[in-house]
């Protein structure tokens, strides 16, 4: 299956989703429309059940996401830039994080401004080793709108997140890994593949507890829960559920579960 629309590209292939943003022109730079049609794409995949896994990455090899459409920041107000970030965190940044279905970015080059926060979102991260990422935004006197500011200091820690966004300089891929913005690197040529190896041992598991483990992770990241009481709470609870039951019976039997995601 293979679907286009204005700025996304959308191939599914053995239950994994690929979703190819595809401005290649603007280097593939987040704008209304595509941040819209991102969402809609998202929305759709979460009730297929033979959706399992998500892959984000952009066209070409120059860009995964070079940042948010300046054009679109011209002379906004104070509450048009509000409207701007709360609709971003909304439709984009904060459902990807807590989307019941595991999103890998595959950044195939530049992953700056909107761009690394788009990655940051997902759950993982593989970058091709020729690929930079930053969040420049105080060199046009602003700063990170879609959750930059958060999700970059928990990833690399409250020093290195400060000299990053106040400095607006990027780093190289290398120095992205050994930061812990990313979970591999790759060969360019081999960055999807990469994703694919990740994905299918993703969809041999059951996809209730994949769904369930997502969404007791963010519960840590949560300043309203407490993320041990959430893991209380759902690993009781999961022992109602077809998986849970199947899994634990093939283990015993020596054979392989057949999960439902029920």
Known sequence: MLVKSENIICELINQILVITINRPDKLNALNKQTIEELHETLVGAEN???VRVVI???SGQKAFVAGADISELAGLS???GKQLSSNGHFKIFNFIENYSKPIIAAINGFSLGAGLELAMACHIRVMSDTAKMGLPEVSLGLIPGYGGTQRLAQLVGKGKAFEMITSGDSINAQDAYKWGLVNHLTLQEELL????EISNKIILKSPHAVKIAIKTINAGYNNKLNGFEVEIEEFGKIFST????EGVSAFLEKRKPDFKGE
């Open 48 to 50: 297929q059940n033979d």
């Open 56 to 58: 984000i990455t952009g």
């Open 78 to 80: 104070v509450e048009e």
């Open 193 to 196: 593949a990469k994703c694919f």
């Open 242 to 245: 077809h998986d849970a039951k």
